[in-house]
């Protein structure tokens, strides 16, 4: 069975909770997650989340007259929210298996 | 005035560094927040939260480039070992092999005759299981000062036989023997000074003087003693040096036997020059051995056959 590591959990937990279309940049991430999250490792985190397919990502619509790089914004995929939801279950019914 | 935005110079070296997918999926996202923490912080005048804002950004890219890295590492490897027919993988794996099978192969002389005893029971030590253990390290480094410069060279011409060495494979098995040289400089000019004296010490069960082996090359400097001190730069530079001819010999004689003869010759050499140097410049009598093997290589002409 393919694991949910804690990280990768929590973030598909706060973009489900985030709104209706369930979508988030980084630091946005980090700033919901109180702490548990860092800026440095976040990326890492969507990157690999993304290589699974448990997140997809979009670059935004950059408002006007502002300068520098588009930001990446990430929403989860069926996928992710699947798996979450089925570690989710497993968590509650074994939690010493889920650590 | 075009003004540079923040992480431009970052993003420049990432672009050198990482692919396409890691600059779309690690680098921008990082740099894009920066960029706009900075915009913003700058838009209400903040100067010291651009300031914290531009400091946390950037570590945060080191972060991700290192973390990066990490993960790539073990790919890289298996890719760069895999690259030209395996040829540096190959050569690395039976350098490897010579290496231990040579530090072994030197330790065991010196540990059989100054830990084992024997008496008419069998054989015994005086030493507790720690001790040994301790012994045996301190052994190591001797060892490798001579395993590493004569094992490294003899995997080379093995790792090479049969296969014909691309440019890139023999710089990249150059820059390992260099690598490798420097480390020997680390090991002969502290690590197996220290480790002979603690080594002397504990099988003589009292303080010792320092002798010439046990001086680190500080040591050695202070005291004047130029042969030896150059003997030890010397040896250190052996793996490169060797290496050297090794390569050169299998891509242009294609000849394990004159490589071995030519790292046999360089032994004997570095041997005689220890005992009968003098009469000779110190610092001519340390290097000539390597200095014969550079000249000797630089000369090596291509077979007939293979030409």
């Known amino acids: 069975m393919p694991t949910l590591p804690a990280k990768e959990a929590l973030i598909i937990e706060l973009l489900s909770s985030s709104g209706p279309r369930g979508e988030m940049y980084g630091l946005e991430i980090v700033a919901a997650s109180k702490g548990r999250l860092k800026r440095g490792t976040v990326y890492v985190t969507l990157g690999r989340m993304e290589e699974k397919g448990l997140v997809a990502s979009r670059l935004e619509d950059a408002p006007p007259n502002a300068g520098g790089l588009p930001r990446r914004i990430y929403a989860p995929t069926a996928l992710g929210r699947r798996v979450h939801d089925a570690w989710s279950h497993v968590a509650r019914l074994l939690p010493e298996f889920a650590r | ?307």
Request: hydrophobic residues 55%; aromatic residues 10%.
């Open chain 2, 1 to 307: 005035m075009n003004q540079r935005l923040p992480g431009e110079r970052l993003r420049a070296l990432a672009s050198r560094l990482c692919s396409e997918i890691a600059m779309e999926r690690l680098i921008d996202p990082v740099l894009a927040d920066l960029q706009r923490e900075d915009a913003d912080a700058a838009r209400r005048g903040q100067a010291w939260r651009r300031r914290s804002v531009r400091i946390a950004g950037t570590l945060a890219f080191w972060k991700v480039i290192g973390l990066h890295a990490a993960a790539r590492a073990p790919l890289l490897a298996r890719e760069w070992a895999a690259a030209d027919e395996h040829v540096v993988g190959r050569t690395m794996a039976f350098s490897a092999t010579f290496i231990a099978a040579l530090t072994l192969l030197f330790v065991w002389p010196l540990f059989s005759s100054t830990v084992i005893q024997r008496d008419a029971l069998g054989y015994y030590t005086k030493f507790s299981g720690h001790d040994l253990a301790w012994l045996v390290l301190t052994m190591v480094p001797q060892a490798m000062a001579v395993g590493i410069p004569l094992g490294f060279p003899c995997g080379v011409l093995f790792g090479l036989r049969r296969r014909t060495p691309t440019a890139r494979a023999r710089r990249n098995i150059l820059l390992i023997a260099t690598a490798c040289s420097a480390l020997m400089l680390i090991v002969v000019a502290w690590v197996m000074p220290e480790a002979n004296q603690v080594f002397r010490e504990m099988t003589a069960g009292h303080r010792i003087p320092r002798g010439l082996n046990e001086l680190t090359l500080g040591g050695l400097w202070a005291r004047a003693e130029w042969f030896d001190f150059h003997f030890r730069l010397a040896l250190a530079c052996a793996t490169a040096v060797l290496t050297w001819f090794a390569c050169r010999v299998m891509t242009v004689r294609r000849s394990i036997v004159l490589g071995l003869a030519g790292v046999i010759v360089y032994c004997w050499g570095f041997l005689a020059v220890q005992f009968y140097h003098d009469g000779l410049p110190a610092v001519l009598a340390a290097w000539l051995p390597n200095l014969i093997t550079a000249g000797v290589t630089a000369c090596l002409k291509p077979s007939p056959r293979l030409a």
